[in-house]
Antibody, heavy 125, light 111 residues
Framework: EVQLVESGGGLVQPGRSLRLSCAAS????????MHWVRQAPGKGLEWVSG????????GYADSVKGRFTISRDNAKNSLYLQMNSLRPEDTALYHC??????????????????WGQGTTVTVSS | QSVLTQPPSVSGAPGQRVTISCAGS?????????VHWYQQVPRTAPKLLIY???FRPSGVPDRFSGSKSGTSASLAITGLQAEDEADYYC???????????FGGGTKLTVL
């Protein structure tokens, strides 16, 4: 079964850090570009970050650039999101997602066809 | 305010046809970037509904179709069913922002 399972969310104070993980199974992980997408409570989807199959290229939304870092370990079939200097507006459900076709995070994309159920990040004092 | 603009809500009776628009600009849809559509039932993960403007992943009924023209795209749903009640999002790449962008989402109500 093709599956993505996120972990690492929780309650954290503003300014602190958190590292999210996403465990992939059921597909050849290093064939595909991967993404993090978040959804604040009652709000829509927001793309956060993407990474190519070999970590050679990454991209970030302006709202997280310079604070968040995406990475992957193909040997462990895992995707990560290091989140520093967290702000209350980062409070959201964070999903990892796989590109349907592309090994890149931004070219030749066929959309995101596999999503995890998400891990909740709450930034509050 | 989203880079891609969708109507907040649409509705239709069972069996009817509805369309959801996604208005972009010359830096995303109008620049030739593909549009993907997602369906999200509350409290579940999004599901890829249409990819590359008008292709359906396996398992998606042919009641769902996508189109793209100029700086806009549309999702059409025919033969509305109660199970279609969900939030729908369009997605494209924006060259000015160098990132993926989603529309604000459209809530479909089946009357």
């Amino acid at each position: 079964e093709v599956q993505l399972v996120e972990s690492g969310g929780g309650l954290v104070q503003p300014g602190r850090s958190l590292r999210l993980s996403c465990a992939a199974s059921g597909f050849t992980f290093d064939d595909y570009g991967m993404h993090w997408v978040r959804q604040a409570p009652g709000k829509g989807l927001e793309w956060v970050s993407g990474i190519s199959w070999n970590s050679g290229s990454t991209g970030y939304a302006d709202s997280v650039k310079g604070r968040f870092t995406i990475s992957r370990d193909n040997a462990k079939n895992s995707l990560y999101l290091q989140m520093n200097s967290l702000r209350p507006e980062d409070t959201a459900l964070y999903h990892c997602a796989k590109d349907r076709y592309s090994s890149s995070w931004y070219t030749n994309s066929h959309g995101m066809d596999v999503w995890g159920q998400g891990t909740t990040v709450t930034v509050s004092s | 305010q989203s880079v891609l603009t969708q109507p907040p809500s649409v509705s239709g009776a069972p069996g009817q046809r509805v369309t959801i628009s996604c208005a972009g600009s010359s830096s995303n849809i109008g620049a030739g970037y593909d549009v993907h559509w997602y369906q999200q039932v509350p409290r579940t993960a999004p599901k890829l509904l249409i990819y590359v403007n008008n292709f359906r992943p396996s398992g998606v009924p042919d009641r769902f179709s996508g189109s793209k023209s100029g700086t806009s795209a549309s999702l059409a749903i025919t033969g509305l069913q109660a199970e279609d009640e969900a939030d729908y999002y369009c997605q494209s790449y924006d060259s000015s922002l160098s990132c993926w962008v989603f529309g604000g989402g459209t809530k479909l109500t089946v009357l």
